[in-house]
């Protein structure tokens, strides 16, 4: 029990994202503006910055290990060369996932996330990414026991949510597991609103993740209507972030995650 207490006193205080006003704020791949994508540091900065939760992109390694990793290779964001899926975790491990800012840091595990994230009392949104449906049913498959070992009291299990382009993917941790809050991504210019709508009411998500470029207002209040939520990636432009709080936005993704805290203060002063 003390060491409870004492655990539970780690946990920072803060005001429920959903008992105040305006949209959740994720910090995209953690703080992605100022600190290397997807690692810890960028996770905690986020946090620091005023976000209300964290985005990340979770892939398999060739032995099956989950690593946060937005892109299939490790080219762009460490300093070493090859694809995720075909490098052991030892190897991936060794690597620096800081090199895009000279700052030193490893690609983290989905525990250390985990354990992050519940220190700091936010928000998750893991990202189920591959390159395939195939690959990402398997990223689902391998996420989900360790998300199901979690304590059913755990704040974690509520705070967490389930996104993937893949929607045999979203449709797989449906599957494993059904208490888990899900939605679905859509990029491309051919989705309409009411496809969006359509195919995650098909899913039985909780919400859709489209991009600024494919969502007008009129889609937010049809996706409402629905039921469904909506949490817009990956606005940066205060602009834009501000035009997507009127629209009565659930949730947003920024790198820039200070910039909500901005536009919250800034549209609420226009309301
Ligand atoms: O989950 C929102 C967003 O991260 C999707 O795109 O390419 O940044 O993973 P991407
Ligand atoms: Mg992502």
Not at 60 to 82: K, M
């Amino acid at each position: 029990m003390t060491q409870q207490l004492s655990r539970q006193a780690d946990r920072q205080k803060v005001e429920p994202a959903h008992a105040r006003n305006g949209p959740i704020s994720y910090g995209h791949r953690g703080a992605r503006g100022h600190a290397p994508e997807n690692t810890l540091l960028a996770f905690d900065l986020a946090f620091d910055l005023g976000a209300d939760g964290i985005e990340c992109d979770v892939q398999l390694s060739a032995d099956g290990r989950i690593v946060v990793i937005h892109d299939s290779t490790v080219n762009r964001t460490t300093n070493g060369r090859g694809p995720v899926n075909g490098m052991s975790f030892e190897a991936l491990r060794a690597l620096d996932a800081g090199r895009l800012m000279r700052l030193p840091q490893r690609i983290p595990t989905l525990e250390e996330t985990l354990a992050l994230v519940w220190r700091r009392g936010g928000l998750l949104n893991l990202e189920l990414k591959a390159d395939t449906d195939t690959e990402a049913v398997t990223v689902a498959e391998a996420v989900a026991p360790v998300l199901n070992a979690l304590p059913e009291d755990n704040p974690l299990r509520a705070g967490l949510l389930l996104s993937s382009f893949s929607f045999p993917a979203v449709a797989r941790m449906r599957e494993l597991a059904p208490w888990a809050r899900t939605a679905t991504l859509y990029g491309g210019r051919a989705w309409t609103g009411s496809a969006m709508i359509e195919s995650a009411l098909h899913l039985g998500v909780e919400a859709i993740h489209p991009h600024p470029r494919i969502l007008t207002e009129g889609t937010i209040r049809a996706a409402h209507e629905a039921g469904l939520k909506v949490n817009v990636w990956t606005a940066n432009r205060l602009a834009t972030i501000r035009r997507l709080i009127a629209w009565n936005a659930d949730g947003v993704f920024t790198d820039y995650p200070e910039r909500m805290v901005i536009a919250r203060r800034l549209v609420g002063v226009m309301a």
